[in-house]
């Protein structure tokens, strides 16, 4: 009778989302890097995200419509 490992590897790594920086094109994993983002612009299918360094950079500001940015949670 053959044997058989049958394939479990949900690791759990499933509903892990990553964004690139719009600015610097890094990679941003949500829940390990802080997001920021601008609603009005996402909504509008601008990739408006932005890692924390370019946030504060930009003062918490949106460069494309001046809206403050909100943190991604
Ligand atoms: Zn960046
Ligand atoms: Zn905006």
Known sequence: MPMFM???N???HRGW???RCD?????LSVGDDPIYYCQ???NS??????????ARRL???CPYCGSEL???H
């Open 6 to 8: 049958i394939g479990v």
């Open 10 to 12: 949900a690791k759990g």
């Open 17 to 19: 989302y990553t964004y």
């Open 23 to 27: 600015i610097c094109n890094r990679k």
């Open 40 to 42: 009005k612009c996402v």
């Open 45 to 54: 299918n601008t990739n408006a995200r932005f890692c924390l360094a370019d």
């Open 59 to 61: 003062h918490f500001r």
């Open 70 to 72: 909100t943190l991604y």
